[in-house]
């Protein structure tokens, strides 16, 4: 059974920082390309963040500069580091993994921001 848990959201006031953390397990992880994504109240979701199977970075403009995505294959975990918050920044963020036939959602880990 495949599991991708988040956790590490929480309320933040603007210009703070949070680190959330998904643990994967039932995957073979190093296999993966692993996102963040996020969906505001009203909005579609979009993607945040992305890291491949080599490491490789990728983020939307909105958090480039701010936010950092990382992986430890050992843990079989994904990072995603949010510093300088917004209040715009205020959504559920969702953990992804993908490969060419297979893509698993988690369920997701709240994150306010506001003062």
């Known amino acids: 059974q495949v599991q991708l848990v988040e956790s590490g959201g929480g309320l933040v006031q603007p210009g703070g920082s949070l680190r959330l953390s998904c643990a994967a397990s039932?995957?073979?992880?190093?296999?993966?390309?692993m996102g963040w994504y996020r969906q505001a109240p009203g909005k579609q979701r979009e993607l945040v963040a992305t890291i491949t199977r080599g490491g490789s970075t990728a983020y939307a403009d909105s958090v480039k500069g701010r936010f950092t995505i990382s992986r430890d294959n050992a843990k079989t975990t994904v990072y995603l580091q949010m510093n300088s918050l917004k209040p715009e920044d205020t959504a559920v963020y969702y953990c992804?993994?993908?490969?060419?036939?297979?893509?698993?959602w988690g369920q997701g880990t709240q994150v306010t921001v506001s003062s």
């Open positions: 992804n993994a993908n490969s060419a036939v297979r893509d698993f």
């Open positions: 039932g995957i073979i992880f190093s296999m993966y390309r």
